[in-house]
C-alpha cells in the first residue's frame, strides 16, 4: 500500500501513555486524524459505530480478513478481534489528512511493512512508571497488571525495530518531541498544512 502522505503508527506496551500523547499531538499539530478500529466487541452505551469503533460481527470481520480489507488485526485472548481497515487509511487520505494509528506491537510492525512510507514511533516508559499508570487505571486485576508488566518489559527490548523512539518520563515534553518527529517527517513528504 502506497499513500502520498505518511501514515504515522504510534505503539508500544500499555500504560505507556499513548492516547494521552496522540490527544496532545492532534492539538499541536493540524492535519492529523486517527483512524478508527474495527472491532467484534459488542458496542458500549453512547458509543457511535463509525465514531469510536467499527462494529462487527464475528462473521463479517472474518469475510473482510478473507477479502484482505485489514491491514492488520490482532485477536485478544478474550476472543475478541481489533483490526484496522484499509478503507479508514484510504478515507482520510481522501480528506487531505494524514492518518495517525493506535497499534500493538505486532499491527505496527505489520503496517511498518505493508505501507510505504509509513512512520513508527515507539513510545516508551519505564517499568515502574508503566507499573503505576496501569495500577491507577483499576481497569485489571492485580494478575492481570503483573502479565502486563511482563509483556511490557519484552515489548520494551523491542523498541529498536521502530523508527524513533519518545521516552514519555514527562508529558509537556514527550508530547513536544512526538509533534516534532512528525512536523519533521510531514515537512520532509511537503505534507505540512492540511485544514
Not at 501514515?7 to 493540524?30: D, Q
Not at 506491537?105 to 515507539?122: C, P
Request: glycine share 10%; hydrophobic share 40%; proline share 3%.
Amino acid at each position: 500500500m502506497s499513500l502520498s502522505r505518511p501514515v504515522f503508527v504510534i505503539t508500544g506496551p500499555s500504560g505507556a501513555g499513548k492516547g494521552t500523547l496522540i490527544k496532545g499531538l492532534l492539538e499541536r499539530v493540524l492535519g492529523l486524524e486517527v483512524a478508527v478500529s474495527a472491532t467484534t466487541r459488542a458496542q458500549r452505551p453512547g458509543e457511535v459505530d463509525g465514531h469510536d469503533y467499527w462494529f462487527l460481527s464475528d462473521d463479517e470481520f472474518t469475510r473482510r480478513v478473507d477479502a484482505g480489507a485489514f491491514l492488520e488485526y490482532v485477536p485478544y485472548v478474550s476472543g475478541r478481534r481489533y483490526g484496522t481497515l484499509r478503507s479508514e487509511i484510504e478515507r482520510i487520505a481522501g480528506d487531505d489528512r494524514t492518518c495517525v494509528l493506535e497499534l500493538e506491537l505486532e499491527g505496527a510492525l505489520a503496517v511498518q511493512t505493508e505501507v510505504a512510507g509509513s512512520v513508527t514511533i515507539f513510545i516508551a516508559a519505564d517499568v515502574a512508571e508503566l507499573e503505576r499508570r496501569l495500577r491507577a487505571r483499576a481497569t485489571e486485576s492485580t494478575g492481570e497488571i503483573g502479565e502486563r508488566i511482563d509483556l511490557a518489559r519484552a515489548q520494551l527490548e523491542q523498541a529498536h525495530c521502530f523508527r524513533y523512539m519518545v521516552r514519555n518520563d514527562e508529558l509537556e515534553r514527550a508530547t513536544a518531541a512526538l509533534a516534532a518527529i512528525v512536523e519533521c517527517e510531514l515537512g520532509r513528504t511537503g505534507s505540512m498544512g492540511g485544514p
